[in-house]
Protein backbone atom coordinates (compact mmCIF):
# COMPACT_ATOMS: atom_id res chain seq x y z
CA UNK A 1 0.00 0.00 0.00
CA UNK A 2 1.50 3.64 -1.04
CA UNK A 3 2.25 5.62 1.81
CA UNK A 4 0.87 9.48 2.06
CA UNK A 5 4.03 10.81 0.77
CA UNK A 6 3.81 8.44 -2.71
CA UNK A 7 -0.03 9.32 -3.88
CA UNK A 8 0.89 13.04 -3.42
CA UNK A 9 4.13 13.00 -5.78
CA UNK A 10 1.75 11.39 -7.87
CA UNK A 11 -0.34 13.81 -7.97
CA UNK A 12 2.41 16.36 -8.29
CA UNK A 13 3.56 14.51 -11.35
CA UNK A 14 0.00 14.61 -12.45
CA UNK A 15 -0.70 18.09 -12.04
CA UNK A 16 3.38 18.87 -13.61
CA UNK A 17 2.54 16.76 -16.65
CA UNK A 18 -0.96 18.42 -16.90
CA UNK A 19 0.32 22.14 -16.82
CA UNK A 20 3.23 20.93 -19.38
CA UNK A 21 0.96 20.07 -22.44
CA UNK A 22 -1.14 22.93 -21.88
CA UNK A 23 1.97 25.46 -22.45
CA UNK A 24 3.35 23.43 -25.47
CA UNK A 25 -0.51 22.87 -26.74
CA UNK A 26 -0.94 25.64 -29.03
CA UNK A 27 -3.44 28.34 -27.72
CA UNK A 28 -6.12 27.43 -30.29
CA UNK A 29 -5.85 23.50 -29.55
CA UNK A 30 -5.89 23.71 -25.66
CA UNK A 31 -8.46 21.80 -23.33
CA UNK A 32 -7.58 22.98 -19.56
CA UNK A 33 -9.68 20.57 -17.98
CA UNK A 34 -7.38 17.93 -16.88
CA UNK A 35 -5.29 20.59 -15.83
CA UNK A 36 -7.92 22.38 -13.87
CA UNK A 37 -9.50 19.56 -12.47
CA UNK A 38 -6.71 17.79 -11.06
CA UNK A 39 -5.29 20.78 -9.44
CA UNK A 40 -8.90 21.36 -7.97
CA UNK A 41 -8.84 17.94 -6.63
CA UNK A 42 -5.53 18.30 -5.48
CA UNK A 43 -5.61 21.31 -3.38
CA UNK A 44 -9.39 19.94 -1.34
CA UNK A 45 -7.86 16.57 -0.87
CA UNK A 46 -4.47 17.85 0.26
CA UNK A 47 -6.50 20.13 2.61
CA UNK A 48 -8.32 17.54 3.97
CA UNK A 49 -5.64 14.80 4.26
CA UNK A 50 -2.01 16.23 4.24
CA UNK A 51 -2.82 19.87 6.70
CA UNK A 52 -3.82 18.02 9.17
CA UNK A 53 -1.74 15.45 9.53
CA UNK A 54 1.65 17.86 9.59
CA UNK A 55 -0.44 20.28 11.92
CA UNK A 56 -0.25 16.64 14.82
CA UNK A 57 2.80 14.91 13.48
CA UNK A 58 5.79 17.73 12.61
CA UNK A 59 6.47 20.62 15.15
CA UNK A 60 6.01 23.76 13.74
CA UNK A 61 2.97 22.00 12.00
CA UNK A 62 0.91 24.65 12.80
CA UNK A 63 3.10 27.07 11.17
CA UNK A 64 3.66 24.55 7.99
CA UNK A 65 -0.55 24.20 8.08
CA UNK A 66 -0.80 28.34 7.79
CA UNK A 67 1.89 28.54 4.82
CA UNK A 68 0.08 25.78 2.57
CA UNK A 69 -3.30 27.28 3.54
CA UNK A 70 -2.12 30.46 2.36
CA UNK A 71 -0.53 28.11 -0.80
CA UNK A 72 -4.18 26.58 -0.96
CA UNK A 73 -5.53 29.91 -0.75
CA UNK A 74 -3.69 31.89 -3.61
CA UNK A 75 -3.90 29.09 -6.02
CA UNK A 76 -7.99 28.39 -5.57
CA UNK A 77 -8.42 32.15 -6.40
CA UNK A 78 -5.48 32.13 -9.32
CA UNK A 79 -7.29 28.63 -10.65
CA UNK A 80 -10.48 30.38 -10.15
CA UNK A 81 -9.66 33.56 -12.14
CA UNK A 82 -8.13 31.27 -14.78
CA UNK A 83 -11.41 29.54 -15.21
CA UNK A 84 -13.30 32.43 -16.72
CA UNK A 85 -10.94 32.78 -19.66
CA UNK A 86 -11.29 30.68 -23.02
CA UNK A 87 -8.08 28.56 -23.50
CA UNK A 88 -7.15 29.85 -26.84
CA UNK A 89 -7.03 33.57 -24.77
CA UNK A 90 -3.86 35.41 -24.05
CA UNK A 91 -5.26 36.20 -20.93
CA UNK A 92 -5.55 32.34 -20.31
CA UNK A 93 -1.59 31.52 -20.85
CA UNK A 94 -0.81 34.91 -18.62
CA UNK A 95 -3.07 33.36 -15.59
CA UNK A 96 -1.58 29.61 -15.94
CA UNK A 97 1.41 31.14 -15.70
CA UNK A 98 0.28 32.87 -12.93
CA UNK A 99 -0.76 29.74 -10.77
CA UNK A 100 2.41 28.12 -11.63
CA UNK A 101 4.81 30.52 -9.48
CA UNK A 102 2.50 29.91 -6.20
CA UNK A 103 2.14 26.20 -7.61
CA UNK A 104 6.08 25.20 -8.11
CA UNK A 105 7.76 25.96 -5.07
CA UNK A 106 4.52 24.57 -3.33
CA UNK A 107 5.40 21.54 -4.80
CA UNK A 108 8.97 21.37 -4.59
CA UNK A 109 8.91 22.68 -1.13
CA UNK A 110 6.45 19.90 -0.04
CA UNK A 111 8.17 17.51 -2.27
CA UNK A 112 12.08 18.18 -0.36
CA UNK A 113 10.85 18.99 2.85
CA UNK A 114 7.20 18.82 4.25
CA UNK A 115 6.58 15.39 3.22
CA UNK A 116 9.77 13.74 3.86
CA UNK A 117 9.84 14.97 7.42
CA UNK A 118 6.22 13.98 7.88
CA UNK A 119 7.44 10.22 6.95
CA UNK A 120 10.29 9.96 9.38
CA UNK A 121 7.81 11.20 12.17
CA UNK A 122 4.86 9.35 11.16
CA UNK A 123 4.74 4.94 11.60
CA UNK A 124 4.80 3.95 7.63
CA UNK A 125 1.27 2.17 8.73
CA UNK A 126 -0.43 5.24 9.84
CA UNK A 127 1.21 6.88 6.97
CA UNK A 128 0.09 4.08 4.26
CA UNK A 129 -3.34 4.69 6.04
CA UNK A 130 -3.04 8.42 5.09
CA UNK A 131 -1.80 7.33 1.85
CA UNK A 132 -5.83 5.56 1.57
CA UNK A 133 -7.67 7.85 3.12
CA UNK A 134 -6.13 10.14 0.51
CA UNK A 135 -6.86 8.13 -2.57
CA UNK A 136 -10.84 7.65 -1.20
CA UNK A 137 -11.23 11.46 -1.05
CA UNK A 138 -9.57 12.11 -4.38
CA UNK A 139 -11.30 9.18 -6.21
CA UNK A 140 -14.86 10.23 -4.33
CA UNK A 141 -14.52 13.49 -6.10
CA UNK A 142 -13.26 11.83 -9.41
CA UNK A 143 -16.61 9.51 -9.69
CA UNK A 144 -19.78 11.74 -10.31
CA UNK A 145 -18.89 14.01 -13.38
CA UNK A 146 -18.44 13.21 -16.73
CA UNK A 147 -15.46 12.46 -19.10
CA UNK A 148 -12.29 11.75 -17.82
CA UNK A 149 -13.69 12.46 -14.03
CA UNK A 150 -14.09 16.50 -15.61
CA UNK A 151 -16.73 18.47 -14.27
CA UNK A 152 -18.83 20.84 -16.45
CA UNK A 153 -18.20 24.19 -15.83
CA UNK A 154 -20.73 25.04 -13.10
CA UNK A 155 -19.77 21.60 -10.76
CA UNK A 156 -16.36 23.14 -11.00
CA UNK A 157 -17.25 26.56 -10.02
CA UNK A 158 -18.75 25.26 -6.75
CA UNK A 159 -16.02 22.60 -5.97
CA UNK A 160 -14.00 25.21 -6.30
CA UNK A 161 -15.52 27.41 -3.80
CA UNK A 162 -16.72 25.20 -1.30
CA UNK A 163 -14.40 25.86 2.14
CA UNK A 164 -12.68 23.56 3.80
CA UNK A 165 -15.71 23.77 6.35
CA UNK A 166 -18.22 23.09 4.33
CA UNK A 167 -16.47 20.53 2.87
CA UNK A 168 -15.68 18.76 5.80
CA UNK A 169 -19.53 19.24 6.61
CA UNK A 170 -20.13 17.58 3.30
CA UNK A 171 -17.85 14.75 3.66
CA UNK A 172 -18.10 14.34 7.46
CA UNK A 173 -15.84 15.36 10.52
CA UNK A 174 -14.61 12.08 10.32
CA UNK A 175 -12.80 11.74 6.90
Avoid: C
Avoid at 6 to 35: G, S
Avoid at 147 to 170: C, H, R, W, Y
Wanted: glycine residues 6%.
Amino acid sequence: MPTLSEVIKRDHARIMDAYHALIETKPEERNADDFVWALARYLIVENLALMPALEYHISGGSERQRRLSDDYDSINAKLRHMAKYDPSEESFESALKAIWLDLEPHIREETDGDLDELERKMDPEDSQKLGKKYESLRDMLQRPYGAFGVPNSEIMEDVLGTTKAQLMEKLGNGV
